[in-house]
């Protein structure tokens, strides 16, 4: 089992960045494969961005790539999601998820969520 709470969502201008982190308990979670998904207002919840437990391979959809990076630190617990160069359009609410299985692209392959972590983006 495992257990993850999102922070760093916030309001920001267009172009600013920000730092989402997903805290995990369970002694396990370093076996775990990790991913960020979002949803907006009336959208369904869509990929973000993965990444496996052992090599650190990373996924990414492709409004993502060359703006978002998907990292963790096994030591700490803890998978962030820098997000660079934000648009009004990335505004969604974040939600961290967790895998014993893959770093899957879709929301059901995931067995272990957060709460969210809210994304303003103003233009």
């Known amino acids: 089992q495992v257990q993850l709470v999102e922070s760093g969502g916030g309001l920001v201008q267009a172009g600013d960045s920000l730092r989402l982190s997903c805290a995990a308990s369970?002694?396990?979670?370093?076996?775990?494969?990790a991913g960020w998904f979002r949803q907006a207002p009336g959208k369904e919840r869509e990929f973000v961005a993965s990444?496996?437990?052992?090599?650190?391979?990373?996924y990414y959809a492709d409004f993502a790539k060359g703006r978002f990076t998907i990292s963790r630190d096994n030591a700490k617990n803890t998978v962030y999601l820098q997000m660079n160069s934000l648009k009004p359009d990335d505004t969604a609410v974040y939600f961290c998820?967790?895998?014993?299985?893959?770093?899957?692209?879709?929301?059901?392959?995931?067995?272990?969520w957060g709460q969210g972590t809210q994304v303003t983006v103003s233009s």
């Open positions: 998820a967790a895998d014993l299985n893959r770093a899957a692209m879709t929301p059901d392959e995931y067995d272990y």
């Open positions: 369970g002694r396990t979670f370093s076996r775990y494969c």
């Open positions: 990444i496996t437990w052992n090599s650190g391979r990373t």
